[in-house]
């Protein structure tokens, strides 16, 4: 089983629904279905898609031969947002963790297959705005209580998406002058180990103990160019899960948004 996980920064936009702009022309490239229909995976999670689903147009709902299942910000328009194609329908799927504060954003899709979940989410970011680290924070200790119990049914979990946290010193390019930014701050960190004490495994890490691997770079000052990155997007699995991955890795030559598509293979 292949599965991607990639903010794409927009879904609009990296569908062709909107235009966007190369070498001072429009274009209405549909980037992402060229892209799945190259890597053909059974699933799909996008985050910050920043749409509703009635602002998509019909036949960009889903690339064909995929089931969607979307998680809209209720509290803003445009903000925020994931969504998850699948080829098999999902026994079953869910949107909430049951706390409207973290509901109304549009962060999580859950969907199960079997005894499989997986969870895909878009973690908050701690720079945009005032009381957002502590409300980033919060989000992870309800994620937490979530996970509890899933694991406590015996699930096969999948924690994927944009965690918008970067764990080690190995993960950022520059973790000498981002000690004090959101997104490597102490107790941002923190929430990471404590998701790996409860058992889930970094499953990049199982195969790439390398440094200059990331996920995410600034669109200023040519950080791509110049690999001047974060790891902060994950596939996290339940060490039950653990034996059954196959192969975790990035795609950062992938453009059309400024994270690349992380992928991982599970044999299940």
């Known amino acids: 089983m292949k599965i991607i996980s990639w903010n794409i920064n ?17 274009t209405y ?14 699933m799909i999670c996008l985050q910050e898609t920043k749409s509703d689903v009635d602002q998509i147009k019909e036949e960009l709902l889903a690339p064909p031969g ?4 979307y998680h809209s910000c209720r ?3 445009g903000y925020s947002g994931v969504v998850t194609f699948s080829k098999k329908i999902a026994d079953n799927s869910e949107q909430n963790f049951s706390e409207e504060q973290f509901d ?14 997986i969870l895909n989410i878009y ?14 924070l919060n989000f992870y200790s309800a ?26 010193e190995i993960d950022l390019a520059r973790p000498k002058e981002n000690v004090g930014t959101s997104g490597f701050l102490p107790e941002e960190r923190a929430k990471l180990d404590e998701m790996f004490e409860m058992g889930f495994v ?3 890490r199982m195969f790439n103990k390398e440094g200059d691997n990331y996920t995410w770079w600034s669109q200023r000052g040519r950080a791509r160019e110049n690999n001047v990155g974060w790891r902060i997007d994950y596939h996290l699995v339940s060490d039950n899960l653990e034996d059954k991955v196959v192969n975790s890795y990035h795609q950062p030559e992938q453009e059309g948004s400024d994270h690349c598509p992380i992928i991982i293979e599970l044999d299940i």
């Open 29 to 42: 490239e549909n980037k992402l279905f060229e892209y799945v229909e190259k890597e053909n995976p059974d």
């Open 75 to 77: 509290r803003k328009k």
């Open 143 to 168: 994620l937490f209580k979530y996970l509890e119990v899933l694991q406590k049914e015996n699930r096969k979990i999948l924690v994927c998406g944009d965690y918008n946290t970067a764990h080690k």
């Open 202 to 204: 970094d499953t990049f």
């Open 10 to 26: 927009g879904y609009r936009s990296i569908s062709g629904q909107n235009p966007t702009t190369k070498f001072g022309k429009k």
């Open 66 to 69: 995929y089931h969607h299942y």
């Open 104 to 117: 109304n954003e549009g962060r999580l899709i859950r969907t199960d297959y079997g005894d499989f979940t």
């Open 123 to 136: 973690f908050p970011n701690g720079t945009s705005g005032d009381n957002r680290v502590d409300y980033k």
